[in-house]
């Protein structure tokens, strides 16, 4: 199948609010095509980064997915429908203070550090357009952008920085606990991600000044029970979104 149809069936997915697409379709990608139909498809939808997840895949590279500026807000303001949506994720994100190049972030690893001003946590909607994820293999998900659909924030900075030990995760759905565990780190490391991408970033999403980059899911993928309000409790941070 040609990449123009690969990015046509997820934009009418997308448009639609469904999981209808054949993953298998996209499991013959390689990394290059799946970022080609990531970047179509965005460009499709008239759509723009609001902030980026970072992640690491099998073979150690650094990979990002955009999560569209449409739908990223403040706690207890984002409203979202729940017809694509799989789950949600609790994470901490870095706020760039400094734009940082992957020739810098090759150079010294202490430099992507620095280009950090300060952290902040956040819930990750997750939602595809695939009816079995799974068919669509490693690429397939890249080009669905790794099931990344909206993100929430919280906007005061987190004290504890990127550290997550000791640190436990509530989830409630309409006041009832779905989840609740420690927090863990979902890499070796609170910044390996961040570390992985920056040697090796994509020309379409750059890490720049102000920009923010969500580091991975520090509690799995939690299913979102019905519609109803979902409270994620973080340390101090506690954080709302509501799904009809």
């Keep these: 199948m040609s990449t123009e149809n690969l990015i046509a069936q997820l934009v009418a997915a997308q448009r639609a609010g469904v999981k209808s697409v054949n993953g298998a379709a996209y499991a013959e990608l390689d990394r290059t095509g799946a970022y080609e139909v990531q970047r179509g498809v965005m460009a499709?939808?008239?759509?723009?980064?609001?902030?980026?997840?970072?992640?690491?895949?099998?073979d150690g590279a650094g990979i990002v997915a955009p999560i569209y500026a449409s739908r990223v807000g403040l706690s207890g303001s984002l409203t979202l429908p729940l017809g694509s949506i799989v789950g949600i994720e609790v994470e901490v994100a870095a706020v760039l203070g400094s734009d940082l190049s992957a020739d810098t972030a090759r150079q010294d690893e202490i430099d992507i550090v620095e280009a950090v001003d300060h952290y902040i946590v956040g819930i990750e909607v997750c939602g595809t357009r695939f009816v079995d994820r799974k068919l669509a293999g490693a690429n397939g998900q890249l080009a669905d952008g790794l099931a990344c659909y909206g993100y929430?924030?919280?906007?005061?900075?987190?004290?504890?920085?990127a550290e997550v030990e000791n640190y436990d995760i509530v989830i409630e759905h309409n006041g009832t606990v779905i989840y609740s565990a420690p927090a863990k780190l979902p890499f070796d490391t609170p910044l390996s991600s961040l570390v992985a991408y920056a040697k090796a970033q994509q020309p379409a999403y750059p890490l720049k000044k102000g920009g923010i980059a969500t580091l991975g899911s520090l509690c799995g993928m939690v299913p979102v029970p019905g519609p109803g309000t979902i409270t994620a409790r973080f340390g101090n941070h506690v954080l709302t979104v509501d799904f009809v």
């Design 44 to 58: 499709a939808l008239g759509e723009e980064p609001g902030l980026v997840k970072v992640g690491i895949a099998a």
């Design 152 to 161: 929430v924030i919280d906007p005061a900075p987190r004290e504890a920085g």
